[in-house]
């Protein structure tokens, strides 16, 4: 992997009539160094493979029979919760019992609820590289995180999956001297972002990115600005920057390199992804709840419909939370379960594709790798 910093121009500022200008932020998972990735004890780095590929890339092992309705042991391993999950098994030596089978095949299979099945990645590896690392960078650009499930296994889930686990009630939290054990807010202003760039498509011959998606307030290279499909809307990406910077009075550039990505399709899948994230602020809520028949099935990164009466009527009926941190209450507060609920993604300031958790109030120290 090139150290250099090709295809990259400085810093500059934005200036937008009537509102705030701000810097560019820009995002480079081979080197941000702001937060260490979250650790695994699985994997000790005295025995951990390095990944190597030559060719035209890695066909799909035997633990692919089955699970979908296309895919066999002889096609092109391109979907990237497959190829995490060949590292892990032909690479890192792990089996089924170490792998939430379904989890991987509701992500990248055929039958999830919103899979990342034209998630297509493709990638030169001209040097050996740490197979975790390479495991970082592709849920930084596939927009998916993995966690340690409740029975020890690894679990990947896309975070534009909304199918609900569980939903919430008043009922359900714990009370402390009368009063609902709860907290409701919103993201801060600081982490939003309304202009956003993707560069992709890198020449290793040039060492530089070839191709470039945008969405900007006035303009976009997507071969479609009609969020319909995404989250329901029906209004376009440039009117959601325009909405983002006229109602938090600034212009906030985010632009991202991806060593993964080389079609338009998945550069746009991406692009709209990240502005559907970060354009707006969102909620997150810290609650304690009682034991019960719902609350016990819950693992870090479900989704849940957070129906509290102090979360607003519209964000109750319009957004699902992840379980962004799961605490069993211990002795000290018997049956009780404290929650971590977030409706917004992982901040992409993060070390090499791990995601980091930048919102400040709230700890997320148990999601892992």
């Keep these: 992997m090139p150290n250099g910093r090709p295809g990259r121009g400085g810093s500059t ?76 098994r032909e690479l890192l030596g792990l089996q089924d019992a170490d792998i939430d089978n379904a989890a991987f095949d509701a992500v990248g299979g055929d039958s999830g609820l919103r899979d990342h099945t034209a998630w297509k990645f493709a990638r030169s590896l001209n040097q050996a590289d740490d197979s975790l690392s390479v495991i970082h960078s592709i849920c930084e650009s596939a927009g998916v995180v993995l966690v340690e499930s409740a029975a020890g296994k690894e679990r990947l889930v896309a975070l534009d999956s909304y199918e609900q686990q569980a939903d919430l009630r008043d009922s359900d939290l714990a009370t402390e001297n009368g009063k609902p054990l709860i907290r409701v807010r919103q993201t801060p202003v600081g982490n939003i ?49 325009d909405t983002s910077q006229t109602l938090y009075n600034k212009v906030d550039r985010l632009m991202v390199d991806s060593m993964w990505i080389r079609s338009e399709t998945v550069a746009d899948l991406y692009l709209k992804w990240l502005a559907n994230w970060l354009a707006i602020r969102r909620w997150e809520c810290s609650a304690t709840v009682m034991y019960n028949e719902k609350t016990l099935k819950l693992e870090l990164m479900d989704s849940v419909r957070a129906g509290f009466s102090l979360v607003p009527s519209s964000v109750r009926s319009n957004n699902t939370f992840f379980v962004t941190g799961l605490t069993d209450g211990g002795l000290a507060r018997p049956f009780r379960i404290d929650l971590e609920l977030s409706a917004c993604p992982f901040f992409f300031m993060a070390a090499q594709g791990g995601y980091g958790f930048n919102y400040g109030e709230t700890g997320y120290g148990n999601v892992q790798l």
Excluded: H, W
Excluded at 65 to 84: C, V, W
């Design 13 to 88: 500022n934005i200036a937008t009539t009537g509102r705030r200008t701000s810097g560019v932020r820009r995002i480079d998972p081979e080197e941000t160094t702001q937060f260490d990735p979250p650790k695994n004890e699985r994997f000790q780095n005295d025995a951990l493979a390095d990944v190597f590929c030559y060719g035209k890339g890695r066909k799909y092992g035997s633990f692919i029979t089955g699970r979908t309705a296309t895919l066999t042991t002889s096609s092109l391993n391109e979907n990237p919760a497959y190829i995490i999950e060949s590292i892990f």
């Design 193 to 241: 972002r309304n202009e956003f760039y993707l560069n992709y498509c890198y020449d290793y011959g040039k060492g530089s990115f070839t191709k470039q998606r945008y969405v900007t307030a006035d303009a976009t290279n997507m071969a479609s600005d009609t969020r319909a499909n995404d989250d329901g809307s029906g209004a376009a990406y440039t009117t959601l920057c």
